[in-house]
């Protein structure tokens, strides 16, 4: 509801009260029925376009009438959309954004924004952006939770007097170089200042510390 003076904001808030209506009293900016909607994916802002209400009609929302237009965001404008995304820990995030004279505010955050407006003004496929970056997401995830399970078998293992442990896992190569997993040198306990004794043969290697 909105309210063009005080006497007819009064009016209202009694009409609230006598209903026992909670309310919310947000201060009136004018910018000409215009707003601007960003789309947050990840850290970054994605797509961004400003909205037009329709006339005599307050809300620029797309499915309330407004027509939307490609629009390039200032930088402070960007801070205070991805700010608005990681204070409320959204990976994906609708932000609506006023311009006044005292610079751009956020009205609202939408975790579930829709895209229509916005895809038909953007030339980036917002639903490919939104897919390669859970696609992403999942990928750290999964590994995420592999390490973790690492961590938690190399907790259980204990070096028994020394006697061999069959261990299989897969390798990490750099180059030419095999980085071997923590958890092999944690029961081998190598030593980069000591020598060691390679026996290598297809799909084999031994490594045995070099008695001198």
Do not use: W
Not at 42 to 65: D, F, L, P, T, Y
Not at 117 to 134: F, N, Q, R
Not at 183 to 188: D, F, G, L, S
């Amino acid at each position: 509801m909105f309210a063009d003076s005080f006497s007819s904001a009064s009016s209202l808030l009694d009409a609230l009260g006598a209903l026992n209506q909670p309310f919310i009293i947000q201060e009136y900016i004018e910018t000409d029925g215009t707003d601007i909607r960003v789309l947050v994916v990840g850290e970054k802002v994605v797509a961004a376009m400003r909205r037009k209400a329709q006339k005599e009609e307050k809300r620029a929302n797309i499915h309330a009438g407004g027509t939307g237009l490609g629009v390039e965001l200032s930088r402070e404008a960007i801070n205070l959309a991805l700010d608005t995304a990681q204070v409320l820990g959204a990976e994906i995030c609708g932000v609506d954004i006023l311009e006044s004279p005292l610079g751009p505010y956020v009205i609202e955050a939408n975790i579930s924004p829709g895209l229509q407006g916005l895809s038909k003004v953007s030339p980036v496929d917002l639903s490919g952006e939104i897919a390669k970056y859970m696609f992403q997401r999942t990928e750290q995830e999964v590994q995420r939770k592999k390490e973790r399970a690492g961590e938690t078998v190399m907790k259980q293992i204990v070096v028994n007097n020394g006697e061999p442990q069959q261990v299989v896992t897969s390798l990490q190569f750099r180059g030419d170089r095999i980085i071997l997993p923590e958890i092999v040198n944690k029961i081998a306990q190598l030593r980069e200042r000591k020598e060691y004794s390679l026996k290598v043969q297809k799909g084999k290697v031994e490594i045995e510390e070099f008695q001198k």
